[in-house]
């Protein structure tokens, strides 16, 4: 959720940080990391509940809201409380993206920048 949503609001600074930070804790694989910022849901790295965070990571971004179809797809697989804590992940991860962007956060030499290409 917040690599999808920190890509989707175009704040490299800290979709880098995250990757540098976590992405070897969360084993991402390169093709992963890559999708997060220029894949989508039906990029063949992602397990079906995987997909589901980034359609609902993707459509809280493009819309503010969930359609039933993409809510019962992530109720199929996380709990209530799950849902809750994606849905915040989601509203914090733009509040932070705003603020690095806004505010011009510099790039940190360790962290990468955004993949090129499709």
């Known amino acids: ?10 704040a490299e600074y800290e979709w880098g940080v995250h990757v ?7 084993a991402w694989t390169p ?5 997060t910022a220029r894949g989508g849901p039906e990029d063949v790295c992602w397990s079906g509940e995987e997909r589901s965070v980034i359609r609902l990571a ?5 819309t503010s809201s969930v359609s039933e179809e993409v809510w019962q ?5 996380f709990a209530p409380e ?3 804590e994606l849905v915040l992940l989601a509203g914090l991860y733009h509040a932070v993206s705003f603020m690095a962007n806004a505010f011009g956060v510099q790039h940190e030499e360790s962290a990468p920048k955004f993949p090129h290409g499709a």
């Not at 093709?31 to 999708?35: R, T």
């Not at 797809?73 to 697989?77: G, I």
């Open 82 to 84: 799950q849902l809750i």
């Open 73 to 77: 797809e992530a109720a199929s697989s």
């Open 31 to 35: 093709e992963q990391v890559h999708s």
């Open 58 to 62: 993707d459509q809280l971004h493009a």
């Open 1 to 10: 959720m917040i690599l999808r949503t920190c890509a989707q609001c175009g």
């Open 20 to 26: 540098a930070t976590f992405g070897s804790k969360a």
